[in-house]
């Protein structure tokens, strides 16, 4: 019988039960071979040869797959219907060949389908086909520019710049996005403005707001109200002035549906309503794809099948009635220019089935399948029918008019299901007004404005006018700058320039974030000052490599190499001319000529002007030193040219610290402490660095102490530490101090090897704790060394039972999340998060770990194993405990090291 082969156990699983005992059903985990990550794997002398390897960990499955080649001579490869699937069917294939499991006899065929599912997957076992071969070359010649990119410019990175770690062609544009946003939120002057609204009543009593649009007879432009004396003069020019209806126009309009979820849209979306990683998104829907409850998720496409379509309304009809069911299907085309691999929208593999007919354990599935379900029901409903009102108030001198707006909803259409998500505040008002008639009086509303004038005031940067009579609000306002990019907010932006494709999203945004140049801060990417650094240093001496415009460029090429429209190799030659010149003239240049380079193109953000006039660069520490950038495994940072006489260092990011620079006064050997910004933050230091005092006092302020706040007393409180609590009843001191991981107790015994630390949860203890409850920290942390308390310490997430019985849950580490399952305790993979963690990878966690704490690992392994059991049964190998990166395989190669 055929060996049909797919990326995943879990894919392979379903498909095993559509097909049954005629076919054996394996998984290549993911991709079994890659570029090895040494120098020379792309060889551009030789025509571009690239040498694969395969992984220690994919060693087993190839052999697994080759065992069942000796037994059924037909190989299907069945893997996901797009490039980097095509991709790892043509390895899988080139590897069998090389090994010599595919004979000349054995029947090798391609099959793709858009869902697991009975229907979808009998269906391509009927069309097999061939390897597409541009697809496969469109693949080899991204993943040669990768590398050639990476093992190339990285180095230079490396060299130039201590502590870049890396830099790849779409990752580096990326980057370059979310840093120029920061210098342009860094740029940014607010601009005051004021608004002015009143309160008013219909002759029936019922109370809407209206506001100034008109003032002394002309239109009121954003900035024509620029400080509290011009809106006070305006609130009482409103207030002294009866007003009427002059005018109530109400304008049908319509709202059609969004278009059904593409890969980018989804993770839009996902990001908006539930604040879920790129990352995370592609996960959950991974794990859906595979279970056969949606279709291929990594699409560029928003057609829908025409049985989809059918289904799809007569689910609708079912559950809303026919009112809702559009005269004909609603059709929707891919505008973007470079849409490829253009498979069917991402969509319910059954439309009558919501997220509670299905049963769906993990909490991010069954909240992005709910998703998907009402997206695609939406975008064939009827549009949604609405009435918008403008209702223009007047005074009967003409010199003051105000506005009120709002809207009805006449027929909730697709509404009555789903809402798209915005990115960005609806500057509209979109209230529903009372019943309004022209040449109705307006008078003002004895309720009045109060509550929301004491609101705007109880803001410090806020605030707010009143009339007499309470109905008339002025409320002060200012420009904001641009947002911070939101992962949704990105991947909207590169999907309009063309940067890279919706599959690679979200291993791009992670890949940045792994290599600390992007933090995550509220769901809002900031850069660090690394990241800052490496964009800098590539757009002074690759700028066209981090271009938009170039990089866009090149995918439409690569596009037409998948189209067979060009040849892979003409399209490396002509890259790699131009990028391995580039890579020359700059591996020449010294340090210090890159940081000048630098230190001029940052000017504008790191030296702004100051308030004084005086130079910008002068050292404001010592007076006498140039501020320089400089570079350190940290990053980037600021420093005088006076070190080591002159330690003055402030980081790049924000505005210029050195307002918070200053002498708090002098100790009583007559020494300066001066409060001084650092890399890592601000600190206090006492004195000067000398030949005979190189390293002068240094204490870091803790957290939760605002430099603003500090005193000088406060300052030699922090240069005093260690504090001396007291002498321990059973000999030694017990000192209080602030350390890396936060406040502490310390303590050792005259019998011990090694001091005793227990940590203190408020700063405060450092300079407060007595001696009875330091003895008694210090007494629990010695009866239990290895916990952080006596008290059991509470899971971040419970997954459910072992199939061996005992309960398996996702606890928080000292050194990040693991899995814990009795006595095994398995780590995360780095860049896992905790809700990313789904009970199947939760069980090959700890089968990897289990052998090396004695477990038996039967039961764990079984839900691991492909469903070919004849296969794996004749094959020692397939017995094996996993490894370790095996174990990270589903979540790392099946669900998503394709992006």
């Known amino acids: 019988m055929p060996v049909v082969v797919v990326e995943s156990p879990a894919k392979a699983k379903t498909i095993n039960k559509y097909l049954g005992s005629d076919y054996t059903v394996l998984a290549s985990y993911g991709h079994v071979r890659d570029l090895p990550a040494k120098d020379g794997s792309v060889d551009p002398e030789d025509g ?68 697991i599912t009975k229907a979808a997957v009998t269906e391509a076992m009927k069309n097999p086909r061939d390897i597409d071969a541009p697809l496969v070359e469109a693949y080899l010649a991204r993943r040669a520019l990768d590398y050639l990119v990476g093992f190339n410019l990285s180095p230079v990175l490396w060299r130039k710049l201590p502590g ?27 601009r005051e403005y004021w608004q002015v609204k009143a309160l008013l009543t219909t002759p029936r009593g019922q109370e809407y707001e209206a506001r100034l649009t008109t003032l002394a007879g002309r239109k009121l432009e954003r900035y024509d109200l620029e400080n509290a004396t011009q809106a006070e003069l305006a609130v009482q020019a ?63 496409g928003i057609d829908m099948a025409a049985e989809a379509v059918t289904a799809c309304r007569e689910a609708i009809a079912d559950r809303f009635g026919k009112d809702y069911v559009p005269a004909s299907p609603r059709i929707y085309k891919n505008k973007a220019k470079n849409a490829q691999e253009a498979h069917e929208c991402i969509r319910p593999t059954e439309m009558s089935k919501d997220a509670s007919a299905l049963s769906l354990r993990e909490d991010d599935q069954r909240k992005l399948y709910d998703l998907i379900w009402k997206r695609t029901l939406a975008c064939q409903m009827e ?25 009805v909803v006449l027929f909730d259409g697709f509404l009555k299901i789903y809402e798209e998500g915005r990115d960005d505040v609806d500057s509209d008002d979109d209230r529903r007004l009372p019943q309004i008639s022209s040449g109705d009086a307006a008078p003002f509303a004895k309720s009045g404005l109060k509550g929301q004038h004491d609101k705007a005031v109880e803001g410090e940067t806020r605030a707010a006018v009143l009339s007499d009579n309470s109905a008339v609000l002025g409320t002060q306002s200012f420009t904001q700058p641009p947002p911070r990019y939101t992962e949704a907010t990105l991947v909207k932006k590169m999907e309009e320039l063309g940067i890279g494709r919706p599959s690679t999203y979200a291993s791009v945004i992670g890949t940045i974030q792994d290599r600390e140049y992007v933090r995550k801060e509220q769901n809002r990417l900031i850069p660090e000052d690394k990241g800052r650094i490496v964009t800098i240093f590539l757009l002074n001496f690759f700028k066209r490599y981090v271009e938009y415009d170039f990089t866009a460029a090149l995918e439409d090429e690569l596009d037409d190499v998948s189209a067979g429209g060009m040849d892979y190799k003409a399209l490396l030659a002509k890259f790699w001319k131009d990028f391995s010149a580039a890579i020359s003239e ?21 030296y702004p002007p100051r308030e004084d006039g005086s130079d910008p660069r002068q050292c404001p520490l010592c007076g006498a030193g140039q501020l320089h950038l400089k570079t350190s495994r940290s990053g980037g940072f600021v420093g005088c040219s006076n070190y080591p006489e002159c330690r ?71 240069l005093s530490l260690p504090r001396v609590v007291g002498d321990h ?34 700063p405060a203890d450092v300079f407060e704790i007595g001696m009875n409850r330091a003895v008694e920290l210090l007494a ?49 993979p780095k860049g896992t998060e905790p809700a990313d963690v789904t009970m199947e990878m939760a069980l090959e966690l700890i089968a990897a770990k289990a052998p090396a704490k004695g477990k038996k690992k039967a039961a764990a392994k079984s839900t691991a194993k492909t469903p070919a059991k004849k296969t794996a049964a004749k094959k020692a190998p397939a017995k094996k405990a996993p490894a370790k990166t095996a174990a990270a395989a589903p979540a790392k190669k099946a669900a998503g090291k394709k992006a």
């Open 48 to 115: 571009f040869a690239m040498t694969w390897e395969i992984g220690n960990d994919s060693k087993k499955h190839v052999a697994a797959i080759a065992e069942a080649l000796k037994h059924d001579n037909a190989l299907i490869l069945a893997t996901d219907p797009d490039r980097e699937g095509e991709a790892i069917s043509w390895h899988l294939r080139e590897a069998l060949t090389k090994r010599r499991s595919i004979r000349k006899d054995t029947a090798v065929s391609r099959v793709t389908f858009n869902a």
């Open 729 to 762: 009843p059973e000999g030694g001191a017990i000192a209080a101090n602030f350390g890396r991981f936060g406040p502490y107790l310390m303590h050792q015994l005259p019998d011990e090897a090694k001091p005793v630390y227990a940590n203190l949860k408020d």
């Open 238 to 300: 409103v207030a002294s002035r009866k007003l009427k209806v002059l005018s109530v126009e109400a304008k049908p309009s319509s709202r059609n549906p969004s278009a059904p979820f593409m890969t980018s849209t989804l993770q839009q979306e996902a990001s908006r309503k539930f604040g879920m990683g790129a990352r995370a998104c592609m996960n959950a829907a991974q794990r859906l794809y595979e279970a056969g409850h949606i279709t291929y998720m990594r699409t560029d």
């Open 780 to 828: 629990a942390k010695r009866a239990n060394p290895g916990g952080r308390s006596r008290a059991a310490a509470k899971p971040l997430r419970e997954m459910g039972d072992h199939p061996e019985g005992g309960p398996i849950a996702v606890m928080e580490g000292r050194y990040g999340p693991y899995v814990k399952w009795e006595k095994v305790n398995a780590t995360l």
């Open 648 to 718: 003055y260092t402030r980081p790049i990011g924000g505005e210029a610290a050195e307002a918070g620079d200053r002498v708090l006064g002098m100790d009583d050997e007559g020494n300066e402490i001066s409060l001084r910004s650092g890399r890592f933050g601000p600190y206090v230091q006492r004195g000067e660095a000398t030949p005979e005092v190189p390293k002068p006092d240094r204490a870091s302020l803790p957290k939760g102490w605002q430099a603003d706040e500090l005193t000088l007393e406060k300052a030699l409180t922090l």
């Open 383 to 407: 549009a949604a029918r609405l009435e918008r009102t403008t209702v223009e108030i007047g005074s009967d001198d003409g010199q003051v008019g105000l506005r009120a707006t709002g809207q």
């Open 164 to 190: 870049a770690r890396s830099a790849g062609r779409v990752q580096s544009v990326c980057l370059r996005l979310i840093v120029e946003r920061e210098m342009e939120i860094e740029a940014f002057r607010a």
């Open 586 to 606: 700059t591996s020449e240049l010294r340090i210090s000529e890159v940081l000048d380079v630098l230190d001029d193109a940052l000017a504008p953000q790191l």
